[in-house]
């Protein structure tokens, strides 16, 4: 009797652990620290050298030695290949801490394309692009100026991407080695993709790729160019979400989209 308690007590244990861990990891932890402290001054001398700071010469030729991604983008002759070059690319770090790489949903043939954020944890833990709740609510806002991301032809269609194929810890923005890492895959993504009009939704994508300086709250509505491509900014839904009161602002948004889709003339 007593065994059978020991092994359903050390079962709970498990269970109760495991569901830790998923916690910490959908946080954004990347680390496990030991429990016990570490004596930093009784360590090997590699180990010492290796926590000593970056000389700026080491720092600049590590920046070099950074995979021209430029090069390999452009070899992708079609979206397919851009999509398998970016998920056996190893070059990003991101990659080691995320569960799956994203890279689009949607139809290719579409002539609205839409760039999000970095993957949240559903994006990360689904791969696709806009899942769960702000996936949802995506849907809803352009299915109301009859656009889908299920739609078979272009027509109606809506083909989406992100700013990164992977999640970033803690959610936080990307840095300026990563942008220059990265964003060569998404500008071939743009010139293969060759839509009409894109959407940047979000602060990051509308800095990054459309070069606002501030908040998407001061520049939502306004077009721009990206790749030579009318270019709207707009909130992102998880914006929407966390603020409802910004919805009145994205169906404004919404409309000048769905008038520029339509034929004649438009200012």
Same mark, same amino acid.
């Given at each position: 009797?007593?065994?059978?308690?020991?092994?359903?007590?050390?079962?709970?244990?498990?269970?109760?652990?495991?569901?830790?861990?998923?916690?910490?990891?959908?946080? /954004?932890?990347?680390?496990?620290?030991?429990?016990?402290?570490?004596?930093?001054?009784?360590?090997?001398?590699?180990?010492?050298?290796?926590?000593?700071?970056?000389?700026? *010469?080491?720092?600049?030729?590590?920046?070099? *030695?950074?995979?021209?991604?430029?090069?390999?983008?452009?070899?992708?002759?079609?979206? #397919?290949?851009?999509?398998?070059?970016?998920?056996?690319?190893?070059?990003?770090?991101?990659?080691?801490?995320?569960?799956?790489?994203?890279? !689009?949903?949607?139809?290719?043939?579409?002539?609205?394309?839409?760039? /999000? =954020?970095?993957?949240?944890?559903? #994006?990360?833990?689904?791969?696709?692009?806009?899942?769960?709740?702000?996936?949802?609510?995506? =849907?809803?806002?352009?299915?109301?100026?009859?656009?889908?991301?299920?739609?078979?032809? /272009?027509?109606?269609?809506?083909?989406?991407?992100?700013?990164?194929?992977?999640?970033?810890?803690?959610?936080?923005?990307?840095?300026?080695?990563?942008?220059?890492?990265? %964003?060569?895959?998404?500008?071939?993504?743009?010139?293969?993709?060759?839509?009409?009009?894109?959407?940047?939704? +979000? !602060?990051?994508?509308?800095?990054?790729?459309?070069?606002?300086? %501030?908040?998407?709250?001061?520049?939502?509505?306004?077009?721009?160019?990206?790749? +030579?491509? *009318?270019?709207?900014?707009?909130? *992102?839904?998880?914006?929407?979400? &966390?603020?409802?009161?910004?919805?009145?602002?994205?169906?404004?948004?919404?409309?000048?989209?769905?008038? &520029?889709?339509?034929? /004649?003339?438009?200012?």
């Amino acid at each position: 009797m007593e065994i059978a308690q020991d092994q359903t007590a050390q079962s709970d244990h498990y269970f109760r652990d495991l569901a830790i861990l998923d916690w910490l990891v959908e946080l /954004g932890a990347t680390e496990a620290i030991s429990e016990t402290g570490i004596n930093r001054y009784d360590l090997p001398e590699t180990v010492k050298q290796a926590d000593k700071p970056v000389a700026p *010469s080491a720092l600049k030729k590590s920046v070099m *030695s950074l995979p021209d991604t430029e090069q390999l983008a452009a070899l992708c002759t079609d979206i #397919e290949m851009l999509r398998k070059t970016v998920v056996e690319f190893d070059g990003c770090s991101l990659k080691k801490g995320a569960r799956n790489t994203v890279f !689009s949903d949607g139809n290719p043939a579409a002539r609205v394309m839409v760039i /999000g =954020d970095t993957p949240d944890p559903d #994006e990360d833990r689904n791969g696709t692009v806009f899942a769960g709740k702000a996936g949802n609510l995506l =849907d809803k806002m352009f299915t109301a100026i009859g656009l889908s991301r299920q739609a078979e032809t /272009g027509e109606n269609a809506i083909y989406m991407t992100c700013i990164s194929p992977w999640r970033t810890p803690q959610n936080r923005d990307l840095s300026t080695d990563e942008i220059a890492l990265l %964003k060569p895959f998404l500008i071939r993504h743009v010139l293969l993709a060759k839509p009409e009009f894109i959407v940047v939704m +979000g !602060s990051q994508p509308a800095k990054i790729l459309l070069g606002f300086e %501030k908040s998407i709250t001061h520049h939502r509505g306004q077009w721009g160019q990206l790749a +030579g491509i *009318s270019t709207l900014a707009m909130f *992102s839904p998880a914006n929407l979400l &966390r603020n409802p009161l910004n919805k009145r602002a994205a169906w404004a948004d919404l409309l000048a989209l769905d008038t &520029r889709l339509k034929p /004649g003339p438009h200012d």
